[in-house]
């Protein structure tokens, strides 16, 4: 066993480690603004990657299918925020977990439904070629990820930095009630954070398929993952999920080399309980204060 | 500019408010003066949409605002500067006043062009926070926090302005400077609801006072009133 | 008693129906369903104690029925014992699983426990999957029957056993949540806060009862591997988890009948789906329903349009899907979604939760009779004052970030006395109660009670060192009456070990802590009110009873936090007479106030905070006179006269 393929395993698993930290970020997105998450993500992921696939089969370019799939991804959130959390929210009850779990089901079972139940190829104009970097081969395909990943919260960042209404986002994130006073809708800001969280999940999907293909099951592995980096990582830590996404990638790439490709979920779901049981609020998250 | 009529508001089955009756007029400062849990807050968020009221109104210049969402009233022209000051700890001092103005400003970009006037307004009256424009409000301090939430409140250019326990948690120094940033607002013309623990500092700078209990008011008048009532010297000014 | 025999009653006539069924039918098909129901039964009531009675979603039970499946299967298969034994290890490895899970995964709430329960679900699929030595992997383990003491396990045989561990599980379930740990399971939803402080111990219960529940799921799964004798990592995924979930809320959370209901569905679900007509009528009824309950919702303005509105719409897909889909099995997933989604939105608290609502209307059965209150003075014995020092503080910081909230606190409270602690507000004086109660850690400083040094950032352990408190904001045990609130409290009755609790042997003791309580709800004048839901008493009485439950503690030190705030004038009287009626039986309080007279009128020693320091300290005119104290409440240094040209203040 050498350097160079556990350096190659490590640098392809990182680069899936960002789609997890992708949709973790995703879920860091909701979590911010109303403090849930919607757990039917994966199919979120699932169906805007059959939505892009019909798109493509269209005839529309990869230049517009992409926006289109976001488009539905968006939407699509938006729909588990009005069904699932909003009245949960309202109510201050846990319902939304059970909610959002619900939802998913029901999309995932549409899809079973309209698209059918076999993986299926997702063409791409990027092609698959390794290229040499730094004495490891990546794909062209695998650098999209990054790109696509990197693009993607690199824009949000700057969103909620540079316009008033992300500062507004995160007031709400900061300090709920007092941004109501200041004239921000809360429930606007739900809204838009559930529709960007849907976006986020829609590219996730986009760039992972021409890798696994696409299929009803394609997100149940992955959402798993990205749990596990939204925990691990906290839930308020944009840098976090991107660090232990890249380190969760590498460390699977490697169990399912040594311990067989079973084992491949393992690391990232022992990683998650012990996080849980050692910095409950994640490596990067913040502790919270108790309050009578 | 402002009248709550018979405002009833509380928490689950718990009525805090039992029917709170009170006015401001344009250009003067109110106190709300009372104990603790007699329901001086409560009637700040239920005008201010943080909790909705059962029955009552309250009509902000004119019109019937009880029943919409803070967002909403806070739009029409209310400003609340909340109890505890509550600025956005992670977002800069700068953030946190263009956040003041929101209603008005436009979403994406050339917000800070437009809000310049009031930026400049507000950093005169506090030039401690021009100075720490850039950094994060959370690392302020007590005072300086307070001087935020005000300076927030008065981009909004609101037609009423609410504070809540502005010199919560503040040494005495401060305290004076909180009064004195008062007095200023008041001489600007800015109408203004005011409550306050200490109560006789209130009614220094108050044009007319009302003193809650039990979730309504028991005693209203002029400062000079309330000074000579026996009831109201014993509890609260003692 | 009449109540009870109803119940009771109910519970008989069922079991007895149920046992004697393999005796009237002999259509092996029913007797399969029906041995499932038993089966369901059983792990639902497990799930039931965290999703129900922990009310946290759970999505890791599924994974205990399949490591309880496979453990019996290997005890069988593997060591060649037989069932008794193997349905032991079911239920074990449920048990130490459980609690090896809840120890980390309990310390989270919400969307977080939710997160670690998935993942432990998918990890036990995984290991059952990739053990393959061990379990066959994705090719199962086949297994058979084993007999019991020579009788080989017929079908009716095997269904009676089941019914058996079903009559026992709820036995002891029912006796269980009747004790004073279902109380407390009740107690720490309602207030895990408030739970801790009263000596409880939250995560400690929680902890138990997840493991209890696991437990159940392990049983239920050894019983799931003897009927089917054949097992499949695949059998048990996320997609069965919801169908079990679908089972607890739809029949009704909290609730060992709603669990039983839940069971019903389940097995019948698969039937339903498989036959259109039925589908059809059953999608027809639910509409139906929807419609029914939204329409009077809407009516009475009871509920928000989204919650009357969004079951109709669900249940009307339900029924326009039926008439077009083909094959209403390929949609299976999108029915259990549909018809989830109305329970939960539509009929939250299940099928048994609104039956119950509707049976107590028609059958107004009184509670039990009360015992007759207990004598305070043995319960509760004088203590004598001596004013030695009780509690010390030396030094005592906490600081949050940068701001300095408690900054260097040395104060000493002598026993038997009543020691006042005021302040402006945000002067330190919550903080400092919630430093020594226990729910902040100091940031520098010692503590000790009776010269001992006290156990610091664990609301428990103080609590359990003698120290009670009560809230500023109330903590109540909103959901449990009066008397209840005071027996989750009560200190030294209750002293039976589970088993005895499990059989329903420590009646006597639990009559003991009834009178005792009533004792201290009369003290404080609720005695009438014992059976009121403490979120239905007034404000004024749950300021009451708040004191009363601490006192069921029997502490040493009493912590009251602003115990008049809010409350009208004839209430602070009232309540200026309970707690000189505490202070009589020698129990050292530390008050908190802001009224200064409530303050004057009890307190032997004041205490005067500003800053988090303090700045004077004495009997109640002592402090009052000082300059610094008028100057912290006034806020500028006295002036002689009001603008209005009034009397000078009384300082």
């Known amino acids: 066993m050498n350097a160079q393929i556990i350096g190659q395993m490590a640098v392809s698993g990182a680069l899936m480690g960002l789609v997890y930290a992708l949709i973790a970020y995703g879920f860091q997105l909701t979590f911010a603004t109303s403090k849930s998450i919607n757990f039917g993500q994966g199919e979120l992921v699932m169906i805007s990657a059959f939505f892009s696939l019909t798109l493509t089969n269209l005839g529309f370019p990869y230049w517009a299918m992409v926006p289109g799939g976001l488009l539905f991804g968006a939407l699509m959130g938006l729909v588990v925020e009005r069904a699932g959390v909003r009245l949960a929210l309202e109510q201050k009850s846990e319902g939304w977990i059970l909610l959002s779990i619900i939802i998913g089901l029901f999309f995932f079972s549409a899809a079973e439904n309209i698209w059918g139940r076999d993986d299926r190829p997702f063409p791409t104009p990027i092609s698959a070629d390794p290229i040499h970097i730094l004495g490891v081969d990546v794909t062209r395909l695998e650098l999209s990820v990054a790109v696509g990943v990197f693009a993607i919260m690199g824009l949000i960042e700057l969103f909620k930095r540079r316009t008033l209404l992300g500062k507004a986002f995160e007031a709400v994130s900061a300090d709920r009630d007092a941004a109501e006073l200041m004239g921000i809708s809360s429930t606007r800001t739900v809204m838009l954070s559930y529709g960007l969280s849907g976006s986020v999940a829609a590219l996730a999907g986009i760039l992972v398929s021409p890798i696994t293909t696409v299929g009803p099951t394609m997100a149940s592995a992955l959402i798993l993952k990205a749990f596990s980096v939204a925990v691990v990582a906290g839930l308020d830590s944009g840098f976090g999920v991107v660090l232990v996404g890249m380190f969760l990638g590498a460390l699977e790439s490697l169990a399912s080399f040594y311990l067989g490709s079973g084992w491949r979920e393992a690391p990232g779901l022992i990683l998650l309980i012990l996080a849980l049981a050692l910095r409950p609020n994640g490596v990067f998250g913040k502790a919270t204060i108790r309050k009578v | 500019m402002l009248q709550v009529e018979d405002l009833h508001a509380g928490y689950g089955a718990s009525e805090v408010l039992t029917g709170t009756t009170l006015t401001v007029k344009q250009g003067t400062l109110v106190a709300l003066i009372g104990a603790n849990g007699a329901g001086k807050t409560t009637t700040m968020r239920a005008i201010s949409g943080g909790i909705k009221p059962s029955r009552g109104k309250v009509i902000l210049d004119g019109q019937e605002v009880q029943g919409l969402d803070a967002s909403r009233i806070a739009s029409l022209g209310l400003a609340h500067s909340p109890e505890g000051r509550k600025v956005f700890g992670p977002l800069s001092v700068e953030d946190n006043l263009l956040l003041g103005a929101y209603s008005r400003l436009p979403r994406f970009f050339g917000y800070h062009a437009q809000a310049k006037p009031d930026l400049d307004r507000v950093y005169d009256l506090f030039p401690r926070l021009r100075d720490r424009a850039r950094q994060s409000a959370g690392t302020l301090s007590g005072g300086e926090q307070q001087m935020l939430a005000i300076g927030r409140a008065l981009m909004a250019r609101p037609k009423v302005m609410l504070l809540d326990e502005p010199s919560m948690g503040l040494a005495p120094v401060i305290v004076q400077e909180v009064f004195r940033t008062i007095r200023r607002l008041k001489e600007e013309g800015i109408t203004l609801l005011l409550v306050e623990q200490f109560a006789k500092s209130a009614l220094e700078v108050a044009d007319y006072a009302y003193v809650m209990e039990r979730g309504r008011i028991a005693v209203e008048g002029t400062p000079a009133e309330l000074g000579r009532n026996e009831r109201v010297l014993a509890a609260y000014l003692g | ?651």
């Open chain 3, 1 to 651: 008693m009449k109540r009870i025999l109803l119940l009771r009653g109910a519970e008989l006539i069922v079991f007895a129906f149920l046992a004697t069924i393999p005796l009237l039918v002999v259509n092996p098909y029913a007797l399969g369903l029906l041995t499932l129901l038993a089966i369901y039964g059983i792990l639902l009531i497990g799930l039931d104690v965290t999703v129900g009675y922990l009310g946290q979603v759970n999505l890791a039970h599924v994974a205990f029925l399949g490591l309880g499946a496979y453990a019996a299967g290997l005890v069988v298969t593997k060591l060649g014992m037989g069932m008794v034994p193997a349905l032991l290890a079911a239920a074990l490895v449920g048990l130490v699983l459980g609690g090896l899970l809840a120890l980390p995964a309990l310390r989270l709430e919400g969307p977080q426990f939710a997160l670690a329960t998935l993942s432990f679900a998918a990890l036990s699929t995984t290991a059952l999957n990739e053990l393959e030595a061990l379990t066959g992997g994705a090719q199962g383990l086949s297994l058979s029957r084993p007999p019991i003491l020579g009788h080989t396990l017929t079908p009716p045989l095997f269904y009676w056993l089941c019914m058996v561990l079903l009559a026992l599980v709820w036995m002891l379930m029912r006796n269980l949540l009747a004790s004073q740990w279902g109380r407390a399971f009740e107690a720490l939803r309602d207030s895990p806060i408030a739970t801790d402080a009263m000596g409880v111990g939250t995560y400690k219960h929680k902890v138990a009862a997840f493991a209890l529940g696991s437990s159940l799921g392990g049983l239920a799964g050894g019983l799931y591997a003897f009927n089917f004798q054949y097992l499949q990592p695949q059998s048990f995924t996320y997609d069965l988890m919801i169908i079990l979930l679908l089972g607890v809320v739809l029949g009704g959370r909290k609730s060992l009948w709603g669990a039983f209901v839940g069971a019903t569905v389940i097995v019948l679900l698969p039937n339903l789906l498989s036959n259109r007509l039925l589908f059809q009528i059953f999608s027809g009824l639910g509409f139906a329903g929807a419609l029914a309950a939204g329409v009077q919702g809407l009516m009475k303005k009871s509920t928000r349009p989204f919650q009357a509105l969004a079951p109709v719409v669900a249940m009307g897909l339900l029924v326009v899907g039926g008439l077009f889909v083909e094959n209403t099995e390929d949609w299976r997933k999108a029915i259990f979604a549909l018809m989830l989604f109305s329970v939960v939105v539509g009929l939250p608290e299940g099928i048994m939760g609104f039956l119950a609502l509707f049976l107590a209307k028609l059958f107004r059965v009184p509670h039990a009779p009360l015992p007759e209150p207990a004598d305070l003075d043995t319960m509760l014995p004088i203590r004598p004052a001596d004013g030695s020092a009780l509690l010390v503080l030396a030094d005592l910081k906490r600081y949050f970030g940068g701001v300095k909230a408690v900054d260097g606190l040395s104060m000493t409270v002598r026993a038997g006395t009543i020691h006042g602690l005021i302040g402006p507000n945000g002067s330190g004086k919550s903080t400092v109660v919630n430093v020594i109660s226990g729910l902040y850690t100091p940031t520098a400083g010692t503590m000790q009670l009776r010269g001992v040094t006290l156990p610091i950032g664990s609301l428990y352990s103080v609590a359990q060192a003698g120290v009670a408190r009560t809230f500023q904001n109330l903590q109540l045990f909103g959901e449990l009456t009066a008397l209840e609130n005071v027996l989750v409290a009560l200190k030294g009755v209750y002293r039976n070990p589970l088993p005895m609790v499990l059989l329903g042997l420590a009646r006597r003791e639990e009559r003991t802590a009834q009178a005792q309580a009533l004792a201290l709800l009369e003290l404080i004048g609720l005695r009438e009110q014992a059976l009121v839901k403490a979120k239905d008493l007034t404000y004024g009485a749950q300021r009451f009873l708040e004191i009363a439950r601490a006192l069921a503690r029997k502490p040493d030190l009493l912590i009251l936090d602003e115990p008049a705030a809010g409350l009208a004038h004839p209430d602070v009287l009232q309540q200026i007479e309970f707690i000189q009626r505490i202070h009589q039986r020698g129990i050292t309080i530390i008050l908190i106030e802001h009224h200064m007279d409530v303050v004057s009128e009890l307190c032997d020693t004041v205490t005067v905070l500003d800053g988090g320091r303090i700045i004077a300290e004495g009997t109640p005119d002592e402090v009052k006179r000082h300059p610094k104290v008028v100057e912290a409440y006034l806020g500028q240094p006295p002036q002689p006269e009001l603008p209005g040209g009034a009397e000078p203040l009384p300082a």
